[in-house]
């Protein structure tokens, strides 16, 4: 069955970085898009980021734009999002998706939290 | 401000139908497809029901969807109890060139 798994959450000060991961299985990876959303605490979900099934195109949430990065390796079955210049309002749990297009975000993972304070 | 609009909360007693509604424009809504997603509290969220009005895996017949113009609706109709979940609509903008969600629906069963 599909499964994605997130890691990579944690404390971070306001500036810091971290990289996110999310490791795919049971799937073809390589063939999907996939994206990242993110829910802050009592707040509803905001989608971030997308990346093509070859990597060869990205696309990122006025929000986030030039602070994320999202990436993938598909030897790997592993999309990344690279966030730096961490503010408190990007404090989340982190999300991600296979994204089917029409179809919407069919499989998600189950979240890896970022809190990020001083 | 989201860019899709859906009423905070709705509420019913069991076996009562309720809608949760979700406005958007002509960029999205109008213009694209309209998936909605379904949320327990401190769990991960999941495709309900897809743009086809395709349940996921394990929803239950009573859920259903639908569009018209630059709206879209959830309808469950027989509500049950283990329906009390946060709702998101969500939608394609070609204006924004990014997926845009709905704010949630917390639906209460009386």
């Known amino acids: 069955q599909v499964q994605l798994v997130e890691s990579g959450g944690g404390l971070v000060w306001p500036g810091g970085s971290l990289r996110l991961s999310c490791a795919a299985s049971?799937?073809?990876?390589?063939?999907?898009?996939m994206s990242w959303i993110r829910q802050a605490p009592g707040k509803g979900l905001e989608w971030i980021s997308y990346?093509?099934?070859?990597?060869?195109?990205?696309k990122h949430a006025d929000s986030v734009r030039g602070r994320f990065t999202i990436s993938r390796d598909n030897a790997r079955n592993t999309v990344y999002l690279q966030i730096s210049g961490l503010r408190a309002e990007d404090t989340a749990v982190y999300y991600c998706?296979?994204?089917?297009?029409?179809?919407?975000?069919?499989?998600w993972g189950q979240g890896t939290p970022v809190t990020v304070s001083s | 401000q989201s860019a899709l609009t859906q009423p905070p909360s709705t509420s019913g007693t069991p076996g009562q139908r309720v809608t949760i509604s979700c406005s958007g424009t002509?960029?999205?809504?109008?213009?694209?497809?309209v998936n909605w997603y379904q949320q327990f509290p401190g769990a991960a969220p999941r495709r309900l029901i897809n743009?086809?009005?395709q349940r996921s895996s394990g929803v239950p017949d009573r859920f259903s969807g639908s569009k018209s113009g630059t709206s879209a609706s959830l309808a469950i109709s027989g509500l049950q109890s283990e329906d009390e979940a946060d709702y998101y609509c969500?939608?394609?903008?070609?204006?924004?060139?990014?997926?845009?969600f709905g704010g949630g629906t917390m639906v209460t069963v009386l």
């Open positions: 998706a296979r994204e089917l297009g029409d179809l919407g975000f069919d499989n």
């Open positions: 049971g799937f073809t990876f390589r063939d999907y898009y």
């Open positions: 990346i093509t099934s070859s990597g060869d195109y990205t």
């Open positions: 002509s960029s999205n809504i109008g213009s694209n497809a």
């Open positions: 743009s086809k009005n």
């Open positions: 969500a939608a394609w903008d070609d204006s924004l060139n990014n997926w845009v």
